[in-house]
């Protein structure tokens, strides 16, 4: 896996992005593939592609997405995808059976609304779209660091995974002095304990 994805290095997200082409919103790659456009270099293997969109653009997906099958992920289990998927459901997973095995998307129902990002699990956290939505020299758009490692630090029940620390780590000495007082501020909001903390300073 770690072969192939060194191999194929961010293919996946541009045909991803050939295929959301026709879509005329502020869409992002997230997670950990946001952070290779981010530093320009694919690290590791993914399990799958993470995208955010505009929760009021899911009714497009199916004919965007023709011949992939999409299934809603619902309290823990899947069901197929039937729009509207409204709150707090937020993810749909996307396979196309040509790809099994090499490609899942993970799509986020996101509110983009009145010019924000919003963090899903805590409303109070916001950051502009203008800086929230960067774009790789290559065309593809992706959801800044400082807010991919903001999910990556976990939460009160679980504690960043090893290959979030990793990525932390890597990425944590790129961020810019606003992208880190963001995310200091933001992990000062939530978790006040968070080790990451001491590195933001």
Do not use: C, N
């Amino acid at each position: 896996m770690a072969h192939h994805a060194r191999t194929v290095g961010l293919t996946p997200a541009r045909q991803v992005a050939h295929l959301l082409a026709p879509l005329d919103a502020p869409w992002m790659i997230a997670a950990g593939v946001a952070l290779d456009l981010h530093l320009g270099v694919t690290a590791r293997s993914h399990d799958d592609l993470d995208v955010i969109l505009p929760r009021e653009t899911q009714a497009r997906l199916p004919d965007l997405l023709r011949g992939w099958r999409l299934d809603a992920s619902i309290h823990g289990t899947y069901r197929p995808y039937a729009a509207p998927l409204d709150p707090p459901h937020f993810q749909i997973h996307a396979r196309h059976p040509d790809l099994s095995g090499v490609l899942m998307l993970d799509l986020m129902l996101s509110d983009l609304s009145g010019g924000l990002w919003h963090y899903r699990r805590d409303p109070r956290i916001t950051l502009p779209l203008e800086r929230a939505r960067k774009v790789s020299p290559d065309g593809l758009p992706y959801l800044a660091p400082e807010a991919v490692l903001l999910f990556k630090a976990g939460s009160a029940a679980r504690p960043p995974r090893g290959k979030d620390q990793q990525d932390y780590q890597r990425v944590q000495p790129t961020l810019t002095a606003p992208a880190r007082a963001w995310l200091r501020g933001a992990l000062t909001l939530t978790r006040p304990d968070h080790p990451w903390l001491t590195g933001l300073e």
